[in-house]
């Protein structure tokens, strides 16, 4: 099924090229619909499914669409042109699997999946449509400042790279978080930068256990993981998931004749009573706001003119397998190498 070119206005004043439904109205996907209905062009919420009634009530209001029982029940919607799944990541194999039966466009939140044995499933059944159809949010590579990195990476201004510093660190997480979500949720992010930045595949990993962190019993916090490119590249990646001072996401490229690092400047640098402070973000949202935008508003560009562009089933995929691989790492207390298949042809 292609999508289903439309034309009407919207109350932003734009037309609509494709009628979308959010699945799962909580963190991030109540932030999603707001760029979606007050930000993004050429799209509307047309369906929500979340299990809590009150928070899908409260995604609906104002906006004209209905609530679904399920996620499954919004898919089938056929006003619904193309979904977004945001709801946890144990949910998402199934629920970009039951749109791509269909052939419907889905945009899903990472993980692709919880295991490399589901996210391989959703690649081998996107490659059965013979078309992309899936976009994973991966909105670092959508970032200003990680794409003047790898703009400066790619032009050989330092030669080769060498080493990459980087950290991960937020502020809180809820109560019920474990160190395998640090993993499987959190560090997805990590390795997919680096294999955007390098242009590399990660062949192997190997988690660090620091002294941990008094202020969050049972989670080893934070961790450090350590990557390995196909070229060589040593990737040191702290994650902290309860820093408490703000939201920091840092990485420093070491090369053959120079360093390239993300900026580390706020908007404003304030001097006064004889101290320099600049602002930090305080999350998240703060940090990647323009980035959402960006993949949000490039995943209705591209798929409505016909097939997404952005981050892909593969890409999930191969980051749920890393992920894999530096889980065992942390079990077993060792050097975990990656193993791939090879990419199929859609994804080249
Ligand atoms: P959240 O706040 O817990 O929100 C998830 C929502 O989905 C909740 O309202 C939840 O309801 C609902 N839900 C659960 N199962 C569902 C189902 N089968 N169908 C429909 N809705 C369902 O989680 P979040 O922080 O927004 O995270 C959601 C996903 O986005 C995660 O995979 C996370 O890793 C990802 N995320 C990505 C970024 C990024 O930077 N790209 C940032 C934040 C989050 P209940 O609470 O009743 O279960």
């Known amino acids: 099924m292609s999508v289903r070119r439309l034309r009407c206005d919207t109350p932003k004043g734009d037309t609509v090229d494709m009628r979308v439904g959010v699945i799962g109205a909580g963190g991030i996907g109540s932030d999603h619909l707001r760029r979606l209905r007050t930000t993004l062009s050429g799209v509307e919420v047309v369906a929500i499914a979340d299990p809590d009634p009150v928070r899908a009530a409260a995604a609906v209001r104002g906006l004209g669409a209905t609530i679904?029982?399920?996620?499954?029940?919004?898919?089938?919607?056929?006003?619904?042109?193309?979904?977004?799944?945001?709801?946890?990541?144990?949910?998402?194999?199934?629920?970009?699997?039951?749109?791509?039966?269909?052939?419907?466009?889905?945009?899903?939140?990472?993980?692709?999946?919880?295991?490399?044995?589901?996210?391989?499933?959703?690649?081998?059944?996107?490659?059965?449509?013979?078309?992309?159809?899936?976009?994973?949010?991966?909105?670092?590579?959508?970032?200003?400042?990680?794409?003047?990195?790898?703009?400066?990476?790619?032009?050989?201004?330092?030669?080769?790279?060498?080493?990459?510093?980087?950290?991960?660190?937020?502020?809180?997480?809820?109560?019920?978080?474990?160190?395998?979500?640090?993993?499987?949720?959190?560090?997805?992010?990590?390795?997919?930068?680096?294999?955007?930045?390098?242009?590399?595949?990660?062949?192997?990993?190997?988690?660090?256990?620091?002294?941990?962190?008094?202020?969050?019993?049972?989670?080893?916090?934070?961790?450090?993981?350590v990557f390995e490119t196909s070229s060589g590249i040593l990737v040191d990646v702290e994650l902290s998931v309860n820093i408490a001072y703000g939201y920091?996401?840092?990485?420093?490229?070491?090369?053959?004749?120079?360093?390239?690092?993300?900026?580390?400047?706020?908007?404003?640098?304030?001097?006064?009573?004889?101290?320099?402070s600049t602002d930090l973000p305080a999350n998240w949202r703060q940090r990647f706001t323009l980035a959402y935008d960006r993949e949000l508003q490039d995943w209705i560009d591209a798929t409505s003119a016909g097939e997404a562009t952005g981050p892909s089933s593969w890409d999930g995929f191969v980051a749920t397998t890393v992920a894999e691989a530096s889980h065992a790492s942390y079990r077993d207390g060792t050097r975990t190498e990656v193993v791939l298949p090879d990419r199929p042809v859609i994804y080249r």
């Not at 089938?76 to 945001?86: C, F, G, Q």
């Not at 360093?259 to 101290?275: F, S």
């Open 68 to 225: 679904e029982a399920s996620g499954e029940a919004l898919i089938a919607n056929e006003r619904v042109d193309a979904v977004v799944v945001t709801s946890p990541g144990f949910t998402h194999a199934d629920l970009v699997s039951a749109c791509l039966a269909i052939g419907k466009p889905v945009f899903c939140e990472k993980p692709l999946a919880i295991t490399a044995h589901d996210a391989w499933r959703v690649v081998q059944a996107e490659v059965a449509t013979g078309r992309r159809l899936v976009q994973v949010g991966f909105m670092r590579r959508y970032d200003a400042s990680y794409q003047a990195l790898k703009s400066v990476l790619d032009a050989g201004t330092i030669g080769q790279a060498l080493v990459i510093h980087a950290a991960h660190r937020n502020p809180d997480v809820p109560k019920w978080w474990t160190t395998e979500l640090t993993i499987k949720d959190s560090s997805v992010h990590d390795s997919d930068i680096v294999r955007f930045l390098t242009g590399e595949e990660i062949i192997a990993s190997t988690v660090l256990r620091p002294r941990t962190s008094s202020r969050l019993a049972d989670v080893q916090d934070p961790l450090i993981i």
């Open 248 to 276: 920091d996401i840092r990485a420093e490229v070491v090369g053959e004749t120079g360093t390239a690092a993300l900026g580390d400047g706020g908007l404003v640098t304030l001097k006064h009573a004889a101290v320099r």
